[in-house]
């Protein structure tokens, strides 16, 4: 049986200011998804410029950190926003969603698309393959601040969280969803998308793994507290909300390779 460390959440601190681990999770994200847009964008016939990329940055940025917190409040604290508005604005506390993120990524690029005058789906499969180390260093943050623990486990990897307060070992599930929706995501999509892919065919392949993932390591991640299980006595709203991610992702590489074949 492993004990969480219990880290501070302060990183470091600049005088009054206090730099915590989980916003310092986000920067390097956004960092690591701004490189690799750079990198990309260098290959020959890429159709984007290393000016392009920043812009684009800027434009993830928003739409992750705006639709992560504005969805977990309303797919999982909403009552908790009626009694107090202002919760929505304690990012530092944690509390963001990937599903929120998700849809406020996809506004931001067809906001981006329109003012580029570029095609919607050309840049959501250009950003694809550079998301997911965005979620693994998400991850590392929440297991940095001992949240989103796993449900009561025997294995030996069991790790007894401070915040749980009842002393029993857990699943990291924290770091499962790091491996998967981090490193496994990043590998599949970024060596698919190294090739030419029919338009839609990246976004796809994201969309219908991240589902999965989600949706697998959902059996084994405590549900959020104020929710529980919502059905069957083991549906979470996290596989909830990742079914239709799913059945996206194969809809658009149907209508990718059924498009490209006629």
């Known amino acids: 049986m492993l004990v969480h460390p ?54 993830i940025a928003l739409g992750v950190i705006l639709g992560g917190r504005v969805g977990y409040i309303l797919f999982y604290n909403f009552s908790a926003f009626l ?90 599930s924290q770091l499962y969803e790091a491996a998967l929706e981090g490193v496994a995501l990043f590998l599949i999509v970024w060596v698919y998308s190294a090739k030419p892919r029919p338009t839609m065919a990246v976004s796809g392949v994201f969309a219908l793994s991240y589902g999965i993932f989600r949706f697998l390591v959902e059996f084994v991640r405590q549900p959020d507290i104020q929710m529980g299980y919502l059905a069957f006595g083991w549906l979470t709203m996290g596989q909830a909300l990742s079914l239709p991610l799913i059945l996206v992702g194969v809809v658009l590489l149907r209508l990718a390779y059924g498009r490209n074949k006629a």
Not at 16 to 44: D, S
Not at 100 to 112: C, D, E, N, Q, Y
């Open 6 to 59: 219990d880290f501070d959440p302060v990183a470091f601190s600049l005088g009054p200011l206090h730099v915590r681990w989980y916003g310092l999770m986000y920067l390097l994200g956004f960092i690591g998804g701004w490189l690799l847009g750079r990198y990309r964008a260098r290959q020959p016939n890429s159709g984007w410029t290393s000016e392009q990329v920043d812009d684009l940055v800027f434009y």
């Open 83 to 172: 009694d107090n508005p202002l919760i929505l604005f304690r990012i530092w506390e944690g509390g963001m969603s990937f599903h929120g993120g998700f849809l406020g990524v996809l506004l931001a690029m067809a906001v981006f698309a329109r003012k580029h005058r570029g095609a919607f789906w050309v840049t959501v499969d250009f950003i694809a393959p550079l998301v997911a180390p965005g979620i693994l260093f998400g991850r590392i943050g929440n297991f940095i601040n001992g949240e989103l623990w796993g449900r009561v486990t025997d294995h030996p990897w069991g790790m007894v969280f401070r915040q749980a307060g009842d002393g029993l070992p857990h699943h990291p």
